[in-house]
């Protein structure tokens, strides 16, 4: 049964035709800002590229500017973009994102210091533990002190952990051992005082890994050294998402004293071809496959809009009733065109995970979460 406030969403996103009556139709309101009507709940995110940070797009621009009231850069502030070199730096486009959030009022998410995928060209030359500290040390002192005060807060360490909760045998566990993350927070917390200090990873939600995420914590505390709060991805396919696993995620965080965010949502509402639930990166299906698992290239049938709607409006429930531990909300997207989804783990295919369309209009995924707050 479709409740009251779903089906004013349904009609909003003119999904129901003649069964909407002419009062809901003419009631129907301009867009509204998702990070106006959560704002005493919790931050509201989305992710930028370089095109929203340039503002090339002027309608994606208004579109950041009017819905959102965090951001986290989707690569420019990764290590193989700022770290060009053993002793060199680029922090162009760094610098950019951090004034367009000053100029927009939008807090910005820097995002991370370390990571296993994504370092720089130099790195993959060294053999040496100790040039892997020298790197390890620089980095993170030299990029974290420089935005200080200047972004909201860091992902310091993201995706360390293997699906079982083991720590991912990454180049920093090899040489360095595994109180690398212990230590990755410690000089983060010295360098950016200032900042907030986040572990982020995705699939911490389930129990295994989630377990892994909650040891992490803890060790870190026991350390004496800061740690703010944890990001749970979120990345979940349509009409799978772990409802259960999440609110006890959120709640096992929190009993630990942390913030919980959700650092990179997204729905997908494609055929997953992989087993199991994964955002490793470097994770690719048959390229050949994207025909038979790209079912809507030519638009999402209202059935499936629908589902997807009610997917995150049931999300978003969960998330104000945990908003006590629940600081922010990420979209991992602005439009459903830009969404990195499209090419993962299949390039090519033609997905629409998130609340806006290809024409920068919202769909009744919008409105089922809007209107939780009307």
């Not at 907030?196 to 129990?207: H, K, R, T, V």
């Not at 703010?228 to 696993?245: C, F, R």
């Not at 509402?269 to 639930?277: C, H």
Request: proline share 4%.
């Amino acid at each position: 049964m479709i409740n009251k406030r779903f089906f004013e969403a349904v009609c909003l996103a003119g999904l129901l035709g003649a069964g909407c009556s002419s009062s809901q139709k003419a009631t129907a309101p301009k867009v509204s800002s998702l990070g106006e009507a959560y704002k005493k709940d919790f931050l509201i995110g989305t992710a930028l590229n370089n095109a929203h940070i340039l503002e090339r797009d002027s309608l994606a621009n208004q579109l950041i500017k009017q819905q959102f009231t965090a951001a986290t850069p989707e690569n420019i502030m990764k290590a193989e973009v700022l770290h060009t070199g053993w002793e060199k730096y680029n922090f162009e486009m760094a610098d950019k994102i951090v004034a367009y959030g000053q100029k927009n009022n939008i807090k910005i998410n820097a995002h991370t210091l370390i990571w296993h995928s994504q370092l720089p060209f130099f790195i993959r030359g060294i053999k040496s533990a100790d040039s892997i500290k020298a790197y390890f040390e620089n980095h993170i002192t030299t990029v974290a002190s420089r935005y200080d005060g200047k972004v909201y807060s860091w992902d310091v360490v993201n995706e360390a952990l293997n699906e079982d909760g083991t720590m991912r045998n990454s180049v920093f566990l090899k040489n360095l051992g595994p109180g690398y993350i212990v230590e990755a927070f410690r000089l983060a917390q010295k360098a950016a005082p200032n900042t907030q200090l986040y572990y982020n990873d995705y699939n911490i939600e389930a129990p295994k890994k989630r377990a892994g995420a909650l040891e992490i914590v803890k060790k870190i505390q026991a350390a004496g050294v800061k740690i703010d709060g944890v990001g749970i991805q979120g990345h979940w396919h349509l009409g799978t998402v772990p409802y259960k696993d999440i609110e006890e995620s959120i709640e096992a965080f929190g009993k630990l004293g942390v913030q919980v965010m959700f650092t990179e949502l997204d729905i997908s509402v494609l055929p997953n071809p992989l087993r199991g639930n994964t955002a490793d990166v470097s994770a690719r299906a048959d390229e050949n496959s994207a025909n038979r698992g790209n079912p809507y290239v030519k638009g999402l049938p209202d059935s499936i809009q629908l589902a997807l709607a009610k997917d995150y409006e049931k999300l978003f429930r969960l998330f104000l009733k945990h908003k006590d531990k629940v600081t922010r909300i990420t979209f991992w997207g602005v439009t459903d065109g830009g969404s990195w989804l499209n090419d993962f783990p299949v390039r090519g295919r033609t997905n629409y995970p998130l609340l806006f369309d290809r024409k920068y209009q919202p769909k009744p995924a919008f409105y089922s979460v809007y209107n939780l707050k009307k």
